[in-house]
């Protein structure tokens, strides 16, 4: 893969998810990953409904797999850090069919209410 188009860009890895007293926490780090991130256009999303509101989106491509939401095993999906907001991962595909090798990883904005703090900036 050409990484000369990739930027470093904070990813949060959660860890298993637990309840307790009714609600759900997991554990989680901040890294970094080196990526090359696009928004996604709209045109690239299927038709939809009329009055249907559009997700921000974003794609992106990188040498490591992410870790995609799975809502019906509750596990939550990686998040990255763009432009100020948290998106969460909900695909993350192996593209091998040539030389170079790679991750196509897709992600949706998540909803103000679910945004996390910013990642500390480490000096």
């Not at 991130?37 to 009055?51: K, L, M, Y």
């Not at 991962?89 to 996390?116: G, K, N």
Request: proline fraction near 7%.
């Amino acid at each position: 893969m050409i990484g000369i188009f990739h930027k470093p860009y904070t990813i949060r890895r959660h860890g298993e998810q637990t309840v307790k007293r009714g609600l759900a926490s997991a554990p989680y780090t901040d890294g970094t990953e080196r990526l090359n991130v696009q928004p996604q256009p709209v045109d690239d999303f299927e038709a939809r409904d009329e009055g249907d509101a559009v997700v921000k989106r974003l794609k992106s491509w990188g040498r490591n797999k992410l870790t995609s939401a799975d809502e019906i095993n509750s596990i939550p999906g990686d998040l990255l850090y763009y432009n100020g907001a948290w998106y969460e991962c909900i695909s993350s595909v192996m593209w091998d069919h040539t030389m170079l090798a790679h991750y196509r990883s897709d992600f949706v904005i998540l909803p103000a209410e679910r945004q996390p703090k910013a990642p500390e900036v480490k000096s």
